[in-house]
Every structure is written in C-alpha cells, then in structure tokens.
C-alpha cells in the first residue's frame, strides 16, 4: 500500500457548499489498527470530512485517499470495506431490529444464511438479542444508536467511520458503546470517530485531531495535547452573584486565566497553591482543583467550550 | 443490475409488513369499481343503444386496469421517495454501503412496476369475471399496464426527488394524476373533449395506455398502432429514468 501505510491519507482536502468552505485544506494520516480522533465545535467540518472518508460526498479539492484507493473512481469497492455510523441515524422503522442487518448486509453481496448467523452475533455483541423480532420505531434512542453501530459491522469492515456515536446516549450507554469500540479496537479494526466529548477522546483516541472553522487547530495523542497546550492543574471557581473582576489577582502565578459565562479557569501546575488567595481576595462560592483535560486545551484552541 | 436488485430486495422485504392491508385493496377495489360502473353507472349509459359500440363496463375496464395503475405507481414514487431522501434516510443508508445511485433509482422503479404488476394482475381477473375481455390478445394489456406504470412512477420519482417540500407532492396530485384520471380517455372517449383539451389528452402517456389497453382487450389492436403507443410510454419512462438520476444525483451526492 502506498502512502507509507496509511488507511487514509488526505493532503489539502477541501469541501465547499456553494461560498461555504467546510473543510479547508486539511492534511492528515490515519495508520492501520489505530483509533482516531476528530474534535470540534458544531460546525467544525467534522461530518463534511468523515462523509469524504466515506465515499458519499465528492471531493471539493485536494488528495484523498482510503484504503489506499480514490474515493472518486473507487466509490463503491472502498465502501464495500469501510462500516459506517452516520451522525443521523438511517435505520429503517418498518423493519425489525435483525432484518435490518440482514438487508443492509446484502447490500454488501453477503447470503442471507451468512448474515443470519452474522445478525445474530452482532446482536449479541450490542446486546440487543432480546429485540431481535421487534420492530425498530419504538427502541430508545441508545438502542438504535447501538443497533446502527451492529450494522455497520455486518460486512467485517477494516475500518470503521463513527460520527458522533454516542452523542444523546445516557451515560451508561456511552460506557457500553465506548466498551464494544475498545473491543473492536483490539481486534485490530481500524477506528476514526467524531465527538464533542473529551472523555470520549481520551478513553479511545490514540491520536486526534482539533477542528475549528474547517481547519486542523491541533494534532497529537489526548496526553500531548494537554501536556503541551494547557497545564498540569486547574483550579475552577464559581461565585453567587455576578464574577468579580479577576484582572490582575493571579498575575505571576498562572499561566492563564479563562473567564466563562458561569465560572472562572484558573490555569497552573499547582493549584493547591491558588485556593487562599482566591479565597481571600475574590470569594467565590466553590472552589475545585481538577487535573487539565482535553477540554480545556480545546477551549484555548477555539475559545469555546464543548458542552452540549 | 445487482445492484439493483439488492436495493430492490430491500423495498420488497418492506413490503412485506404491508402486503396484507394492500393485497385487500387490490382485490376489492376492482370488484368494487367495475360493479358501481358496470351494473350501475352502465345501466343508465347503456339505456337504449350502445353509444360506445359495446356495453359501458366492457369500454371503462380496461381504462380502469391502467388508471390503477398509475395510481400505484403514482403514490409510491412520491411520498416514498421524498421519504427515502429527507425522512426515512433509507437511500442513505444504501449509498454509504456499495449501491450508486443508479442501483438506488432503478431498485426503487423495480418496485413500483412490481406493485403495479400485482395489482393490475388482479384487476385483469377481475375483468374476466365480469366479462369484459373479448380477445385472447386481452392478456397483453396487463404488460401495457405496467408500462404505463413505470411511465407515471420514473417522471414523478424524478419530480419527488427534485421537490423542495411535501406540498409539491400534493400539487402534482391536484394538477396531474387526478385530472389524467378523469379526462384521459378513461372513462369516456378523449372525443369528446373540447379542441385543446384533447391534444392535450393525446399527449398523456396514460391515454397511450389507456387506448392500447382497450383494443387490446376488444380486440381491434393493430400492429402498427400498438407501436407508436408502445413507443411512446416506453419514451417516456425512458426520459423518465434519465432525469430521475440526475435528480437523485444532485439531492443525495453533495
Ligand atoms: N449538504 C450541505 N449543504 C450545505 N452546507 C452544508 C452541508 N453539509 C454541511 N454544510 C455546512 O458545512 C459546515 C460544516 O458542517 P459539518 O456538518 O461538517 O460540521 P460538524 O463539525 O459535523 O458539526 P456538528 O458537530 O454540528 O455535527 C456547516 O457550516 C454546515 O452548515
Ligand atoms: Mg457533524
């Protein structure tokens, strides 16, 4: 395979709508058997470039290449190899839970015996055996977020597109989506999602990307991106009524101070150390020291905060 | 073609959470139509002489077998390929896996010919049981009917998949399908039409089907004109084909 190895290589990849620029010349590579990241605020391009990885929406400009072969001429043969969550669901309400990995999966040539078994095990894998016979309109929305995840596995892809997999999921079903993409990893499927959680980044990404207004901000593992674009600790404060003016209180002791519309973000790599002096000099209702994460580098980066 | 046929099967295995509630209207609706015009309307168009030359049931019935027809064809490729684009996202789903977009359009028309050619295979027994075909060659109108058909459901599934809302939908309702119904020589002679009205008629590619499908089933067809009707729907469910996969196109690659 060219391109040193990389499942997907694009170079200056570029989509518009009309004036709109969606993704502007962005590079990146994505290695076999790793997971893969794409972070951004609404509107960032993330879906644009992942509907590019896909095979579903043409090129604008640039490069692109996916399993080694052009999307443009290779459509229908790269996507035969590919499993796709789409960000919008499009499960079909008037079929049953398994006869819509039945259907979708001989879309792909597969015999239907095969996919019987096949339906089975990967509705033993979301664990959605139990509805198996139901039909798909009344399921909770993790459920059919779960059953589209079991779908997109039904033609054993090499490398799996999730936009937003658990975007709208309860917690404890983020846990079980987030499990099954941690097994799919370790058997050795190549995985790029999107997200607007950090945790999410940090639990399965091993490298990402940081997209804003169509652009790479950033690109390094979530360990990385802290380490070199926010500090150790952060020290949040919350007040009762309106937030004093913070101008100048920390000046020398923190790296960075980051004013929010309900709490103020105190950037350094001791934290401890801060808590009197805010105390005494600002009052504020609570105070937590908390490790830096990746929201906090993505809020440097785009000056928003990734909260949905 | 595989393709094709795979998201074909795919309408087919929805189909069959429907096909009860459909196969009940396909079977009563004949009866229901061919009795209130046959036995009822007939008897006061019949009064005295014929002056359509045969009895009233045995003129509408084959009109009726093809108006049924495009009215299958017409409401699938509507609704349900708006549906498919913006509401259910089924087409989505078969393009993110190998189909093109060809496959997509044309398993779709597979469908709709095959729901037309269920239905209208039924009428066609019910216009034997009430004894209205007088020829052998009578059996050739039901493909003439699915022709129609696929004349009516590629034209409008292009029209679907170019429409901006849902209202669109009713509209060609409204302004097309129902005035065809009425006036396209289904239930009285395009004749009878003032001038204007009837080149318009002729126009229709339900009153190619319509006229072919009655000597057909009378018994008066001839080879010649059994060919330009023939030519015509098949040229209009050709441009049909052709413009519904630049609509699909520009709505579902972007
Ligand atoms: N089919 C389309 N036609 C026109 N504009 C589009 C289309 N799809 C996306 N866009 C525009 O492209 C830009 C990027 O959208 P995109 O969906 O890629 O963002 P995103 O990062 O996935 O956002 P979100 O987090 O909200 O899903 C937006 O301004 C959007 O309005
Ligand atoms: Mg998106």
């Known amino acids: ?49 992942m509907r590019m990885i896909g095979c579903v929406s043409p090129v604008t400009d640039g490069t692109l290449r996916v399993l080694g072969l052009d999307p443009l001429t290779d459509g229908p043969a790269i996507r035969g190899r590919l499993g796709v969550v789409p960000q919008m669901d499009t499960l079909d309400n008037e079929l049953t839970v398994r006869e819509n990995l039945v259907i979708y999966g001989r879309y792909f040539g597969l015999s239907r015996r095969e996919l019987r078994a096949r339906a089975d095990d990967l509705l033993e894998f979301v664990q959605l055996e139990e509805r198996a016979n139901d039909p798909v309109e009344p399921l909770s929305g993790g459920m059919k977020r779960r059953l589209t995840i079991a779908r997109s596995l039904v033609n054993d892809p090499e490398l799996l597109l999730l936009d937003e997999p658990t975007t709208g999921l309860d917690p404890q079903a983020r846990h079980v989506v987030w499990d099954r993409l941690f097994r799919l990893k370790q058997r050795g499927v190549t995985l790029v999602l999107t997200t607007h959680y950090m945790d999410e980044a940090e ?71 801060l808590v009197p002096l805010a105390h005494e000099r600002l009052g504020p209702q609570s105070v937590l020291v908390r490790r830096s994460t990746l929201e906090d580098v993505f809020l440097r980066l785009t000056g928003r905060t990734l909260v949905d | 073609m595989t393709g094709a046929m795979l998201a074909y099967e795919h309408w087919l295995a929805s189909y069959r959470r ?38 009233y049931v045995t003129y509408v019935a084959p009109g009726m077998l093809v108006a ?16 498919a ?14 189909l093109r977009v060809r496959d997509v359009m044309i398993g779709h028309q597979l469908y709709f010919a095959s729901r037309v050619a269920a239905s209208t295979g039924l009428y066609l027994v019910a216009l034997a049981a009430f004894g209205t075909l007088h020829s052998p060659y009578a059996v050739l109108a039901w493909p003439v009917a699915v022709l129609a058909g696929v004349a009516f459901s590629a034209p409008l599934a292009a029209y679907a998949a170019w429409a901006p809302k849902d209202s669109y939908l009713a509209a060609v309702f409204r302004f097309a399908v129902v005035p065809l119904f009425l006036f396209s020589g289904t239930f009285f002679p395009v004749t009878r039409l003032p001038e204007g009205l009837r080149q318009l008629a002729y126009a229709t590619p339900l009153w190619h089907g319509v006229d072919l499908a009655r000597h057909l089933t009378l018994g008066t067809v001839t080879w010649g004109m059994a060919l330009v009707h023939v030519a015509y729907l098949v040229a209009f469910a050709a441009a049909g084909l052709w413009l519904a996969e630049r609509a699909y196109t520009r709505k579902l690659v972007r």
């Open chain 1, 1 to 49: 395979m060219p391109d040193g190895g990389a499942l997907i290589h694009a170079r200056g990849l570029t989509k518009r709508f009309g004036p709109l620029c969606a993704v502007d010349a962005i590079d990146f590579d994505v290695r076999k058997g790793e997971a893969f990241g794409f972070l951004g605020p609404n509107g960032a391009g993330k879906s644009s470039t």
């Open chain 1, 203 to 273: 639990q399965l990404c091993d490298r990402l990307v940081i997209m804003h207004q169509g652009r790479i901000a950033e690109e390094g593992s979530p360990a990385e991106l802290i380490q070199r674009l926010s500090t150790r600790e952060v020290v949040e404060l919350r007040f009762a009524g309106d937030t004093p003016p913070v101008e100048g209180v920390f000046d020398g002791r923190v790296a960075r101070v980051e004013e929010l519309p309900d709490r103020v973000l105190l950037y350094t790599d001791d934290g401890d150390a």
């Open chain 2, 18 to 55: 429907l096909w009860r509630a459909s196969i009940v209207s396909s079977i009563l609706n004949p009866i229901l139509y061919l009795a209130a015009l046959g036995v009822g309307l007939g008897k006061l168009v019949n009064h005295g002489a014929h002056p359509l030359g045969v009895s």
């Open chain 2, 68 to 83: 049924a027809g495009m009215n299958i064809a017409a409401f699938e490729s509507t609704w349900p390929v708006m549906g």
């Open chain 2, 85 to 98: 684009i913006k509401w259910t996202r089924v087409y989505h789903a078969m393009l993110a896996a190998p």
